[in-house]
Structures are given as structure tokens and as C-alpha cells.
């Protein structure tokens, strides 16, 4: 199994960027589907953006244009850039990893602890 240590959040305006990090100990990263989850106060997980087949990319529709997703296989290390942040993306920020492509109905196996992200108005 995977451990997962996220990094990077903060309290930004509306409209600001950041960039998340998730750092990874083990010799199998490249092995796993790596994602990204979010949940906010009172609302249940969601579903941001995976990695899929042959390293292609998947976003949720809230987030698509706006944030990116990528990898680097040689620090064991995954990203989520984002962009154009909304107060609604203020959330906890979890680096998942599973043995299939993360969405709404696959939760991964292994997550991270969490990073907040909030975003003022």
C-alpha cells in the first residue's frame, strides 16, 4: 500500500491559483491511478480529477478548464494545479491512489490526510 502526504494549501482570493502537491512513499507509484478528491463542510466527498489509461486525464465538470492534474514518476510525486479558484472549491483536499481510474463510484485505496484549501470572496 501506498502513503500519501499532501501539501500546499492555503487561503487564496477568488480568482488566485495554487498548487497542490502529494508526495508518495513507496517503490510501486507508478503502478497507481493517482487522483484527487475534495470535500467541503457538510457536503460529501467529490470526485476532481484521476489520472486514466496510458496517463490521459479526467476531470469533474466543476473543475475542468481550471485545474490540471500531473505526475512525476521520479520524485513520486502528483500535482494538482489550480486556477481561476471559486469560493465553492474551498474544501479539504485529498491525494487518493488506486488500482483503477478514480471517479464518483471508485474511492481508490489509499488517501492521503488532507489539505485545506479555502478561497475568499
Known amino acids: 500500500q501506498v502513503q500519501l502526504v499532501e501539501s500546499g494549501g492555503g487561503l487564496v482570493q477568488a480568482g488566485d491559483s495554487l498548487r497542490l502537491s502529494c508526495a508518495a512513499s513507496g517503490r510501486t507509484f507508478s503502478s497507481y491511478f493517482m487522483g484527487w478528491f475534495r470535500q467541503a463542510p457538510g457536503k460529501e466527498r467529490e470526485f476532481v480529477a484521476t489520472?486514466?489509461?496510458?496517463?490521459?486525464?479526467n476531470y469533474a465538470d466543476y473543475v475542468k478548464g481550471r485545474f490540471t492534474i500531473s505526475r512525476d514518476n521520479a520524485k513520486n510525486t502528483v500535482y494538482l494545479q489550480m486556477n481561476s479558484l471559486k469560493p465553492e472549491d474551498t474544501a479539504v483536499y485529498y491525494c487518493?491512489?488506486?488500482?483503477?481510474?478514480?471517479?464518483?463510484?471508485?474511492?481508490?485505496?489509499?488517501w492521503g490526510q488532507g489539505t485545506q484549501v479555502t478561497v475568499s470572496s
Open positions: 487518493v491512489a488506486g488500482v483503477l481510474p478514480l471517479s464518483g463510484s471508485y474511492l481508490g485505496s489509499s
Open positions: 489520472f486514466t489509461w496510458n496517463d490521459n486525464t
